[in-house]
């Protein structure tokens, strides 16, 4: 009951102190002040502000240096890439619809933004994106996966736009669930190859909805391969 009690305070005080970071502008790296300060400010506890630090930690909204005190964290994707994939993991083997939810925001958001991409690829990149295409075509070759190429292949293609990070998050959840699972993501290297140059393709024709049925049509072999896989066939 003690410990019921509790936990609305800690909660309260861990947004006070996300709070105080943000109204002071505080960036990563940048020192927050001692349990001390923090109990006087807050009016609380040392165990109160301790509680809430660790929560915070968790979260890696703060990083606490054990002898040299507590800092703002790199607030990364980390806890939420940790969730998705426990949260996916945890539904039955055979349950067709494991990966779907982090799938169809993944088709999403990369439907939408290669609309922006088509319009403002370079072709410095179009050759980047076709020599990891290239890649591919050779590791597929050799009998070889290649899902970092993969990675690589998406990574570039929407770095410009600065949502390397977000995107880079579901990709990882995929990849942890499907290798726990033993499930591939398509059904062969140079389907997987030709998927990634039909894209290639198109952007350099600057050709929107031409990159956009090409991404539609990369998400529909990934789900239907995940679905089948699921489902004990091929």
């Known amino acids: 009951m003690r410990r019921m009690s509790e936990e609305p305070r800690t909660s309260r005080i861990q947004r006070q102190v996300v709070q105080l970071i943000l109204d002071r502008r505080l960036t990563a790296g940048a020192p927050l002040p001692t349990e001390a300060e923090l109990m006087e400010d807050l009016g609380v506890s040392r165990n109160s502000v301790r509680e809430a630090l660790k929560a915070l930690q968790a979260l890696d909204i703060v990083e606490i240096r054990h002898g040299y005190g507590t800092y703002v964290g790199q607030a990364s994707l980390t806890p939420l890439v940790d969730g998705l994939t426990f949260r996916t993991l945890a539904r039955h083997d055979d ?3 494991a990966l779907a939810e982090i799938l169809q925001v993944r088709e999403v958001l990369e439907e939408g933004l290669i609309r922006r991409v088509a319009a403002t690829v370079t072709e410095a990149e179009l050759d980047r994106l076709e020599g990891v295409v290239t890649r591919m075509e050779r590791a597929g070759g050799t009998g070889r996966s290649f899902p970092e190429l993969d990675r690589e292949f998406h990574e ?7 949502n390397a990070q977000l995107l880079g998050a579901f990709w990882t959840v995929f990849r942890r669930v499907s290798g726990a699972r033993g499930w591939t993501a398509d059904p062969s290297p140079e389907i997987t190859v030709r998927r990634h140059r039909d894209i290639v393709t198109a952007l350099r024709a600057r050709d929107v909805e031409g990159a ?3 991404m539609a049509v990369h998400f529909r072999g990934i789900e239907a391969r995940a679905a089948q896989e699921s489902r004990g066939v091929g």
């Open 212 to 214: 956009q049925r090409a």
């Open 156 to 162: 570039i293609l929407y770095a410009s736009l600065g």
């Open 95 to 97: 349950d067709p619809g």
